[in-house]
């Protein structure tokens, strides 16, 4: 069993930044597919970026390519989150996840992770 934790969600004006950080209880962590979804009220939860088991890729949603950076830090068992030009749009609860697999095809499904973290509230004001 493997808790996250994540912190460092705000509120914060368009275009401005903020950094995500998720702490696991385990090293094993290090070795799963790690990522970040989000979910806005009344809308699914959504994939934002991840970490692909065993091949290290990283992968991003379409609508955060480009201004969103997923980064890992194994010698702590973190991940983050470096989120720049936010939009109003972006404003969700940030979830960081971990599965012990890597399995391309469902890499940005929800139900693909077994770990999740309690969640960070991120608010983005026009």
């Known amino acids: 069993q493997i808790q996250l934790v994540e912190s460092g969600g705000g509120s914060v004006q368009a275009g401005g930044s903020l950094t995500l950080s998720c702490a696991a209880s385990s090293r094993d962590f290090n070795s799963y597919t790690r990522g970040w979804f989000r979910q806005a009220p009344g809308k699914e939860r959504e994939f934002v970026a991840a970490?692909?088991?065993?091949?290290?890729?990283?992968y991003y949603a379409d609508s955060v390519k480009g201004r969103f950076t997923i980064s890992k830090d194994n010698s702590k068992n973190t991940i983050a989150l470096q989120m720049d030009l936010l939009k109003p749009e972006d404003t969700a609860v940030y979830y960081c996840?971990?599965?012990?697999?890597?399995?391309?095809?469902?890499?940005?499904?929800?139900?693909?992770?077994?770990?999740w973290g309690q969640g960070t509230q991120v608010t983005v004001s026009s």
């Open positions: 970490f692909r088991r065993t091949y290290g890729q990283t």
């Open positions: 996840a971990a599965a012990p697999r890597g399995i391309l095809s469902t890499l940005r499904a929800p139900d693909a992770y077994d770990y």
